[in-house]
């Protein structure tokens, strides 16, 4: 009897113990991450804005933790590829990727690879928003974004404007600054890229282009570009004299391209909040500060749970928006 009850007594203790060992577990995790090589996914070619982002932010954090940090670059299906990899990647904190709004756009873009961005994948922090501006040729008529909402009035549909692209960041912000803001109807000319818009626009065969701060700069300081706004809160630090949406007078709009790390669904929320402590430690830097200045970027870093707000009003935005206007991904 007696052997029977210390029997029973050293199965309790043991299965005590088992039960402490895995509750200890994803702590033990969490302590000895990081202990290898930290992938960051990037869905564009290299030399973009957002990979000099990524290679920004992401040696600052080698520094820091002491492992390597390394750039994967998986362009194609307007970063759909890489996104897939990233959702099939292991949740342990050693896969992350640093996306744009496509991540809330694309499911609605492109149906042949299905996701969603608020159960996949898990947010980490928002790193940066980069406005997007509306510019004219500098010897246009027009010359503010009053005269372009007016010529549209007289005329719906008669102003043009070129974009990276359907589907594009700076698409879907003018759409929705045209539907929502202004209550216009401008007809959109799809481009491969914002270079050739550009050029077209400097040549004269498009009277206006939408895309990221950073592409106008060379030629708006060369005086062959004026910027008419730029769909953002606060003035573009690299392009001082350009109005805001709001000084344009449409207050209470605002659409940028935003770029923030997400981690695989099932990631440790202990290693989440390593990954947010060291990026919020690099967006810190005043080096970093300073070379995201230079893309027109204002460094932005949220928690998990604020990342996740944005990702969710994004995707309704986006998706309603998407719906109504039918737009299709190039």
């Given at each position: 009897?007696l052997?029977?009850?210390?029997?029973?007594?050293?199965?309790?203790?043991?299965?005590?113990?088992?039960?402490?060992?895995?509750?200890?577990?994803?702590?033990?995790?969490?302590?000895a991450?990081?202990?290898?090589?930290?992938?960051?996914?990037?869905?564009?070619?290299?030399?973009?804005?957002?990979?000099?982002?990524?290679?920004?932010?992401?040696?600052?954090?080698?520094?820091?933790?002491?492992?390597?940090?390394?750039v994967?670059?998986?362009?194609?299906?307007?970063?759909n590829?890489?996104?897939?990899?990233?959702?099939?990647?292991?949740?342990?904190?050693?896969?992350?990727?640093?996306v744009?709004?496509?991540?809330?756009?694309?499911?609605?873009?492109?149906?042949q690879?299905p996701?969603?961005?608020?159960?996949?994948?898990?947010?980490?922090?928002?790193?940066?928003?980069?406005?997007?501006?509306?510019?004219?040729?500098?010897?246009?008529?027009l010359?503010?974004?009053?005269?372009?909402?007016?010529a549209?009035?007289?005329?719906?549909?008669?102003?043009?404007?070129?974009?990276?692209?359907?589907?594009?960041?700076?698409?879907?912000?003018?759409?929705?600054?045209?539907?929502?803001?202004?209550?216009?109807?401008?007809?959109?000319?799809?481009?491969k890229?914002?270079?050739?818009?550009?050029?077209?626009?400097l040549?004269?065969?498009?009277?206006?282009?939408?895309?990221?701060?950073?592409?106008v700069?060379?030629?708006?300081?060369a005086?062959k570009?004026?910027?008419l706004?730029?769909?953002?809160a606060?003035?573009?630090?690299?392009?001082?004299?350009?109005?805001?949406?709001?000084?344009?007078?449409?207050?209470?709009?605002?659409?940028?391209?935003?770029?923030?790390f997400?981690?695989?669904?099932?990631t440790p929320?202990?290693?989440?909040?390593?990954?947010?402590?060291?990026?919020?430690?690099?967006?810190a830097d005043?080096?970093?500060k300073?070379?995201?200045?230079g893309?027109?970027?204002?460094?932005?870093?949220?928690?998990?749970?604020?990342?996740?707000?944005l990702?969710?009003?994004?995707?309704?935005?986006y998706?309603?928006?998407?719906?109504?206007?039918?737009?299709?991904?190039?």
């Amino acid at each position: 009897m007696l052997s029977r009850i210390r029997s029973t007594t050293r199965a309790a203790a043991l299965l005590a113990a088992a039960i402490l060992a895995l509750g200890a577990a994803p702590a033990a995790l969490a302590q000895a991450y990081p202990s290898k090589t930290i992938r960051i996914l990037v869905g564009f070619a290299p030399g973009g804005a957002m990979d000099i982002v990524a290679r920004t932010v992401g040696q600052k954090i080698s520094a820091s933790i002491g492992q390597p940090v390394i750039v994967d670059n998986k362009p194609g299906a307007a970063s759909n590829i890489a996104i897939r990899q990233l959702i099939e990647s292991p949740p342990d904190g050693y896969t992350v990727m640093l996306v744009a709004n496509g991540l809330t756009a694309n499911p609605f873009l492109y149906t042949q690879q299905p996701f969603d961005p608020t159960q996949d994948v898990v947010p980490v922090s928002l790193v940066a928003r980069l406005p997007v501006v509306i510019a004219a040729n500098a010897n246009s008529e027009l010359t503010t974004l009053k005269k372009m909402v007016d010529a549209s009035k007289a005329r719906p549909g008669s102003v043009n404007y070129g974009s990276p692209g359907s589907g594009s960041t700076p698409h879907l912000a003018v759409e929705l600054f045209a539907r929502a803001a202004a209550r216009i109807e401008l007809t959109h000319v799809p481009y491969k890229g914002g270079a050739p818009a550009i050029a077209d626009v400097l040549g004269g065969q498009l009277p206006l282009v939408a895309v990221n701060a950073v592409e106008v700069l060379p030629q708006v300081k060369a005086g062959k570009l004026r910027v008419l706004a730029a769909l953002s809160a606060q003035r573009v630090s690299t392009l001082p004299d350009a109005p805001t949406i709001a000084e344009s007078g449409f207050p209470g709009f605002e659409a940028s391209v935003w770029h923030a790390f997400i981690a695989p669904k099932g990631t440790p929320p202990a290693i989440v909040a390593k990954l947010n402590a060291e990026i919020h430690k690099a967006l810190a830097d005043p080096e970093v500060k300073e070379r995201l200045a230079g893309l027109g970027a204002e460094v932005s870093p949220t928690t998990p749970q604020e990342l996740a707000t944005l990702v969710r009003s994004e995707y309704e935005r986006y998706g309603k928006l998407i719906r109504e206007a039918n737009i299709k991904a190039n």
